[in-house]
């Protein structure tokens, strides 16, 4: 990217989208967005619908295509290498097409994985047989996953986390504003236990202790807030000390029955320790018929999308529409290519950035990533609050951040998946056992830094704090997000600050924690520490008194939304001296009758469309950590003195913010 823009750059900005009704100094999100919100009916088949999910249907068509490209081979079990990538990935694709087939088996598929669940008779084999069935991804009592120690990043470990539960988050249990969800999901429960075979009576007799059990399980858990401190989670236990936290649970039977070598758990990450222990309180002989509910329901959740339409349906009717709003199913061919990229997600990746991935996108990004990094480094340089030895760590950090952009350097090999075009569940079943095996078969290894997290056809990036990286698929490289033919500042002020925002990551309230080789440690000074926080519980306290339209009062939680705030702010506040340092002095070309900082904060606005449903609006202020794209864009931009230069705000003005009330981080 050259310093300056040429005479050809575009501004990247479709001015007849802006809404001269709408002042930016009052609402910058509305100022760019109203005139689309006003137009825009949100898909019967979405909660939320905006940017991202335009691009993301994009990319959605251009998998399907690729999928569609080779013919579906006849049922049978397809295995073997490389050569075999593409009928695999037609196959898995065809066994979620055939409806006919589907429809004709009905819940038949799981019929014997029900009978062995509700013949359960003692607590060893119910542990024994949600074992075999979690190595198919079926149920489970936690979360397990692998991941770098954070503790000697240079090793994997398997970490164990809160489980069991089928609503979204534990507050869904306890909380009077979820109270018509409980009784909805309770009739869900029943109703679905009818449609794969069991009387109604008893459906709703097992509906009842299941989610009796689940709701007690709940109550153990850790709340959201909890569940994002890092220093929190990181409790290392040997084997024998996940044993003395569970006594309940004997780990060595139920890693017998899932196959899973009991090497891979000489040390594991026990995360929420009083979660895990009080479900294995449950774990007793006069809980044994609740426990046989709860499994039954699990097998059917577990399943459900994948039986007949009709159960498929009823299924969608809670966690679709009661849950989100979305009123629609989505169509059932995009649904196909959700499932065929949730098993070989870089096998199709592969073939989408041969098709669909400038290269020249990679080139101009690594030029924006150069500059995001060096905007950095001046602002820590230059920080008022931090002192010299923290300040040293912190661009020590900087430094060994590694980028990755587009798509991974070397690609998964699927040779070991076997998939059958005639059998959904099947491949199903075998996908979640090959991922088993594939993270398990970490512990023990050479941590693989070249691995992604993300494919590349994932509309979306991210950050990895035990890794220290910065990630960019290849599907975000785009309008509304970038475009080559752009000029600097409307670059910089939609992915330059997505890049911002990632690299900010590093240095939130969490990941701030880590160092620059991965390792949780404590890097800072008190008094340097003591200064960060000031700062964060500022903007807390911003976002706590933020409600978005459609949430009936309901208000951000700060302290959830914390690190993403965060790194907005410091995403866009570090993209601003990146632009202006791309210009190496120059001034910044009028382009289509606006300034480069106008470009660079319409386009700011521009990436963050999007309009929501009531009650995904509900949910997500519940469980996301991100907050409200309104307030993604607008709270952000009141913090930052170029906005009010730019546009001369004053008070009074919707997005005015006294000087002193601003929050700047890095």
Known sequence: MSNAAPESAESGIDLAELDPAIRPQDDLFRHVNGRWIERTEIPGDKARYGSFAVLAENAEEAVRDIITHTEAPAPGLITGGSEAEADKVAALYASFMDTERVDGLGAEPIAADLERALAVSSVE????????????????????FVDNDPGDPSRYIVFVMQGGIGLPDESYYREEQFAEIREQYRAHIARMLQLVGIAEGEAAHLSALAYDLEQRIAAKHWDKVASRDIQKLYNLRTFQGLCETTPQLDWSAYLAAMGAPEAAFAEVVAAQPEALAGLAELLVDDELESWRAWLAWSIVRGSAALLSQEISRANFDFYGTALTGAPEQRERWRRGVSFVEGAMGEAVGRLYVEQHFDEESKAEMDVLVGHLIEAYRESIEGLDWMGPETRERALEKLDRFTPKIGYPVKWRDYSALAVDAGDLVGNSRRVAEFEFLRELGKVGKPIDRDEWFMTPQTVNAYYNPGFNEIVFPAAILQPPFFDASWDAATNFGAIGAVIGHEIGHGFDDQGSRYDGDGRLTDWWTEDDRAAFEQ???????????????????????????????????????????????????????????????????LSWATAWQQKSRPEETVRLLTIDPHSPNEFRCNQIVRNLAPFHETYGTQPGDGLWLDPDERVSIW
């Open 535 to 601: 700062r964060t519980k500022a903007l807390i306290g911003q976002y706590n008194a933020l409600s978005p339209e459609g949430a009936d009062g309901q208000t951000v939680n700060g302290e959830l939304t914390i690190g993403e705030n965060i790194g907005d702010l410091s995403g866009l506040e570090i993209a601003w001296k990146a632009y202006l340092r791309s210009l190496g002095g120059a001034e910044p070309p009028v382009i289509d009758g606006l300034t480069g900082a106008e470009r660079f904060f």
């Open 125 to 144: 084999e119910l542990v024994a047989t949600v074992a075999a069935f979690e190595r198919q991804g079926v149920g489970g009592f936690f979360g397990m």
